[in-house]
């Protein structure tokens, strides 16, 4: 029956960008370093695994079966570049060089993994702090002449109540642009240790969606290694599921996720008259012939195609305005329909180009 039903696409259209995204989660049992293993999932899939919430963490852990390894690697990581000035959150760029610091002999180290904030001791020097420490700080007030731009504040604060602080009274905590300003600062504190507007965002995930759903395990990230830069998850003992602050240079497997994009396209078929295509079985022989039709033309793999139903519960409808089509009084021998087919596929790229080209 299905040879006399044909199937030719007469248009297709998109309906609305692609809707995200299923993420989907593979295991890599190979053994790579971090880095090795962000190029390999890059490559291979969308990127190391991010993890939006506990049912994400859940079926992660699940995708990697009964494991041989104690740990496997996910997307974030600790960005030693993410260093930031209050006063408009102006990234400290000094990777190549091009901006001012005043670091103190290997500073910024994250003693304990938790060394967010930064200070200026008496020498005028930075060391990185526990955000949650307390000390006096130093305001800056926009528009005043040169002098008084530049308040001690000589009460103990931690840095985001120092902030606040700064921000009510003043413009903001101090940043430091040059060797003058620092100079200035260092005069106004006095010998005291302060709070400038140093501060830094630690942990990122590789790829660009920033959730802040974290799964630590008791008493990490504590960086007692001094380069636990990287995050993995613990895949057996007590703690399986939490994650773990490790070197990055370590070689573990590794977990990735590819992204299901879902679009929904109109397409146009014909059909012989008469041919019922909402008959069982048929639907899914149409899918069938319309997927191999598709793999002629585009990347088909980790794609699923799936016939929308409408709202009575039919797939087909003929064009509007033709009746019922494939009712056997209807004479004409070739029948257009038009149903609406969503497609769930990782390879977008590739089927915008082909959909153009059609
Ligand atoms: C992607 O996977 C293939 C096959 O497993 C592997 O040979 C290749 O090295 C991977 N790409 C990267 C960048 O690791
Ligand atoms: C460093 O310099 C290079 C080349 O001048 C530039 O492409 C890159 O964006 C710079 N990186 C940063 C973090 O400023
Ligand atoms: C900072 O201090 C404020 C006010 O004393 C307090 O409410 C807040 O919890 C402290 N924050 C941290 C990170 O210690
Ligand atoms: C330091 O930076 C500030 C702000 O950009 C600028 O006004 C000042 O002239 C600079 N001083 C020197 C000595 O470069
Ligand atoms: C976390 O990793 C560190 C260093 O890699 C290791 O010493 C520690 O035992 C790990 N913690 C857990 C809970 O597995
Ligand atoms: C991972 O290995 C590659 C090649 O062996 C090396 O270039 C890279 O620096 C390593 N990365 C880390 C974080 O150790």
Not at 27 to 51: G, H, M, P
Not at 101 to 124: D, F, H, L, V
Not at 155 to 164: D, E, G, L, S, V
Not at 333 to 348: C, E, G, K, T
């Amino acid at each position: 029956m299905l040879r006399n039903v044909y199937l030719t696409l007469l248009c297709t259209g998109l309906w609305g960008v692609p809707s995200c995204c299923a993420r989907q989660y593979h295991f890599v049992s190979l053994e790579k370093n971090w880095t090795e293993a962000q190029s390999y999932c890059r490559e291979n899939y969308t990127d190391l695994a991010v993890i939006d919430s506990p049912e994400d963490n859940e079926q992660l852990l699940q995708t990697a079966g009964n494991p041989l390894q104690y740990a496997g690697w996910i997307g974030l990581y600790w960005d030693q570049w993410s260093w930031k000035w209050s006063m408009g959150n102006i990234r400290l760029d000094n990777r190549n060089g091009s901006d001012f610091t005043s670091w103190a002999t290997g500073q910024p180290e994250n003693y304990g993994g938790k060394e967010n904030c930064g200070i200026m001791e008496s020498r005028g020097l930075w060391h990185d702090y526990p955000c949650s420490c307390s000390f006096y700080f130093i305001c800056y007030q926009e528009g005043s002449d040169a002098a008084g731009s530049y308040f001690l504040i000589e009460t103990n604060k931690n840095f985001t109540a120092a902030q606040r602080s700064c921000r009510e009274h003043h413009t903001d905590l101090a940043s430091v642009r040059n060797r003058s300003e620092n100079e200035e600062i260092r005069l106004t504190a006095r010998g005291n240790y302060v709070w400038i507007g140093l501060f830094m965002e630690p942990w990122k995930w590789s790829s660009p969606s920033n959730p802040a759903f974290r799964n630590w395990a008791d008493g990490v990230p504590d960086n007692a290694a001094g380069n636990e830069d990287c995050a993995s998850l613990l895949m057996a003992g007590s703690s399986a599921g939490y994650w773990n602050g490790t070197g990055c240079d370590q070689r573990l497997p590794f977990f990735c996720f590819s992204e299901k994009k879902r679009v929904v396209m109109r397409v146009g078929l014909q059909l012989e008259k008469g041919k019922n295509p909402n008959e069982p079985g048929v639907r899914e022989s149409l899918l069938n012939q319309m997927r191999g039709l598709l793999s002629k033309h585009t990347v088909m793999d980790r794609t699923s195609l799936k016939w929308k139903e409408q709202k009575d519960g039919l797939v087909f409808h003929p064009e509007k305005d033709k009746g019922e089509i494939w009712d056997p009084r209807f004479t004409q021998s070739l029948q257009s329909v038009f149903v609406v087919l969503s497609v769930d596929s990782p390879h977008f790229d590739y089927w915008f180009v082909w959909l153009f080209q059609y």
